[in-house]
């Protein structure tokens, strides 16, 4: 599946042979990465993107996770995703990354904004959040800017680099992004 977002970026749903392409964006931004993403360490080679992407597929039929890749100028730049999704609850959370380079073109939050599209009209969500490290304002700015409502600072909620971290916990409901929509037309 291919989502188009603008004429430079569109997101299309990860498959196997972006392993080594993963792999190669990852290894190219890994010091940065690894500041706010537990799961960069973990990811040494193409097997492990494999397995990855795989489980990402499985979990795709499965309606509880939805990954894409970001393409930007028809080059992979990073991946975002619709994840932890919970159909009875109606709830999904937003994640992202992106390489360092690519950052600072408004990628991620137009990529958001698609995403929630998505979720909120192709899934029926409800609430949508997203969750950064404090620290990582970058992200935070993302949630700010796409008009997600701080809800507070969960303690010691992710496992990062040895130490437990806090994170900001940001959320917007069905109903404020149908108001936000309405607002633009």
């Given at each position: 599946?291919?989502i188009k977002?603008d004429?430079n970026?569109s997101?299309?749903?990860l498959?196997?042979?972006?392993?080594?392409?993963?792999?190669n964006?990852v290894n190219?931004?890994?010091a940065y990465?690894?500041?706010w993403?537990?799961?960069?360490?973990?990811?040494?080679?193409v097997?492990?993107?494999?397995?990855?992407?795989?489980?990402?597929?499985?979990?795709?039929a499965?309606?509880?996770?939805?990954?894409?890749?970001?393409i930007?100028?028809?080059q992979?730049?990073g991946?975002?995703g619709?994840?932890?999704?919970n159909?009875?609850?109606?709830i999904?959370?937003?994640?992202y990354?992106?390489?360092?380079?690519?950052q600072?073109?408004?990628?991620?939050?137009k990529?958001?904004?698609?995403?929630m599209?998505?979720?909120?009209?192709?899934l029926?969500?409800?609430r949508?959040?997203?969750?950064?490290?404090?620290?990582?304002?970058?992200?935070?700015?993302?949630?700010?800017?796409?008009?997600?409502?701080?809800?507070?600072?969960?303690q010691?909620?992710?496992?990062?680099?040895?130490?437990?971290?806090?994170?900001?916990l940001?959320?917007?409901?069905k109903?404020?992004?149908?108001?936000?929509v309405?607002?633009?037309?």
């Open positions: 599946m291919n977002v004429e970026i997101l299309r749903f498959e196997e042979q972006d392993a080594a392409t993963m792999l964006l190219a931004n890994r990465l690894r500041q993403l537990p799961w960069v360490d973990s990811m040494q080679t097997d492990h993107f494999k397995i990855y992407i795989n489980d990402s597929i499985k979990r795709t499965e309606k509880t996770d939805f990954g894409f890749a970001i930007f100028k028809d992979l730049a991946r975002i619709l994840h932890h999704i159909l009875q609850n109606r999904g959370e937003i994640g990354w992106l390489a360092d380079g690519m600072g073109k408004g990628i991620v939050t990529c958001c904004k698609a995403i599209q998505y979720g909120f009209t192709q029926g969500l409800n949508i959040e997203i969750k950064c490290a404090v620290g990582n304002n970058r992200s935070r700015a993302i949630a700010q800017k796409l008009n997600f409502k701080e809800e507070g600072i969960l010691q909620a992710e496992w990062l680099n040895g130490n437990y971290i806090n994170l900001h940001y959320a917007m409901l109903v404020d992004w149908l108001n936000e309405d607002e633009k037309k």
